[in-house]
C-alpha cells in the first residue's frame, strides 16, 4: 500500500482546528490540487470561492446552521457549479449557448466537475497533515450565501470546505460493505442479499456508535437514513437552481 492510498483510507472528518491560518502556498497547493482533477470536455465549469475574513465565516457559520467549525479554521473554500465564464466566452466568440448551458447536462457536469476537484483538494489537504469537513449546510440558505458570497447568475455554491490543523484526531466511520457498493458486470438487484448486507452493516454502525458515546448512542445505519429521508428539506432547491440560469431544460 503507497502513502497517497494511506491518506484516502485514514480519511475522516474533522471539526475542531487550531487558531492557525493556511498559508498562501498552502492555498495555492490545496486549489492548484483541486485543479488538476478531471474535468468533462475539458468544460471546468467550477469556482473555488476562499474565505479568509472571520466576520464572513461568522455570518456563513450561522447560514449553515451554526456550525462552528465554519468559523474556526486554517481556512474556509466554497465549491461552487459555474458557467458564468462559458456565458462570457460565448459573448467573446458570438456564439449562442444558452439552450445548452441551461441543460439538465451541463447542470450535471458543473454539479460533477466540482465535486471532484473538491475530492482532489481533500485529498491535498490532508496528505500535507491538515483536516477537512465537508459543509453541506451552507445550501440551508443559498440565497443569503450567494449574495454574501456576490455570486452572479449561472454560479451556484454547493458546499464548504473546512481546512486547519487538527485539534483532535476523529474517528473514522466504518463505511458500507464492499459487496453493497461493488457491482461486476451489472447491477445486483438480490433484494435479499442486499438485506442481509445491511443488517451485518447495522451491527458494525451500532458498535461504533455505542465505543465512541460510551453507550450513549446505538444507531443503525439504515434507521438513520430512513427516519433523515422521511422529512425532506431544502426543497426550495428546484427553483433555485432555474433562478440562476441552470437545468432548465
Same mark, same amino acid.
Given at each position: 500500500m503507497n502513502q497517497v492510498i494511506e491518506t484516502l483510507l485514514q480519511h475522516r472528518s474533522i471539526r475542531k482546528y487550531e487558531d492557525r491560518p493556511l498559508t498562501d502556498e498552502?492555498?495555492?497547493?490545496?486549489?492548484?490540487?483541486?485543479?488538476?482533477?478531471s474535468t468533462s470536455s475539458y468544460i471546468q465549469a467550477y469556482s473555488i470561492i476562499g474565505v479568509k475574513d472571520r466576520e464572513m465565516k461568522k455570518k456563513l457559520a450561522e *447560514? /449553515?446552521?451554526?456550525? +462552528?467549525? %465554519?468559523?474556526?479554521?486554517?481556512?474556509f473554500f466554497v465549491f461552487c457549479a459555474d458557467l458564468y465564464r462559458h456565458e462570457v466566452l460565448a459573448e467573446m466568440e458570438g456564439?449562442?449557448?444558452?439552450?445548452?448551458?441551461?441543460?439538465?447536462?451541463?447542470?450535471?457536469?458543473?454539479?460533477?466537475?466540482?465535486? *471532484? /476537484?473538491?475530492?482532489? +483538494?481533500? %485529498?491535498?489537504?490532508?496528505?500535507?497533515g491538515l483536516g477537512i469537513c465537508y459543509i453541506g449546510g451552507l445550501r440551508n440558505?443559498?440565497?443569503?450565501?450567494s449574495e454574501l458570497l456576490n455570486v452572479p447568475?449561472?454560479?451556484?455554491?454547493?458546499?464548504?470546505?473546512?481546512?486547519?490543523?487538527?485539534?483532535?484526531?476523529?474517528?473514522?466511520k466504518p463505511r458500507l460493505p464492499?459487496?453493497?457498493?461493488?457491482?461486476?458486470?451489472?447491477?445486483?438487484?438480490?433484494?435479499?442479499?442486499?438485506?442481509?448486507?445491511?443488517?451485518?452493516?447495522?451491527?458494525?454502525?451500532?458498535?461504533?456508535?455505542?465505543?465512541?458515546?460510551?453507550?450513549k448512542r446505538s444507531d443503525t445505519w439504515t434507521g438513520q437514513m430512513a427516519r433523515m429521508l422521511s422529512k425532506?428539506?431544502?426543497?426550495?432547491?428546484?427553483?433555485?437552481?432555474?433562478?440562476?440560469?441552470?437545468?432548465?431544460?
Open positions: 498552502q492555498i495555492r497547493v490545496i486549489v492548484e490540487s483541486a485543479q488538476a482533477a *447560514l /449553515a446552521g451554526n456550525q +462552528a467549525y %465554519v468559523e474556526t479554521n486554517g481556512h456564439q449562442d449557448i444558452y439552450a445548452s448551458i441551461e441543460s439538465t447536462e451541463k447542470f450535471m457536469v458543473a454539479v460533477i466537475d466540482a465535486a *471532484l /476537484a473538491a475530492q482532489n +483538494a481533500a %485529498v491535498a489537504a490532508e496528505s500535507m440558505n443559498l440565497e443569503e450565501v447568475k449561472l454560479v451556484i455554491p454547493l458546499f464548504g470546505m473546512s481546512v486547519g490543523y487538527p485539534m483532535q484526531e476523529g474517528s473514522i464492499f459487496e453493497s457498493v461493488y457491482h461486476e458486470e451489472a447491477y445486483n438487484k438480490d433484494e435479499k442479499q442486499l438485506k442481509e448486507q445491511l443488517s451485518q452493516y447495522n451491527e458494525v454502525i451500532s458498535n461504533y456508535y455505542i465505543e465512541r458515546t460510551d453507550g425532506p428539506v431544502r426543497m426550495y432547491m428546484k427553483e433555485f437552481v432555474e433562478k440562476q440560469g441552470m437545468n432548465r431544460r
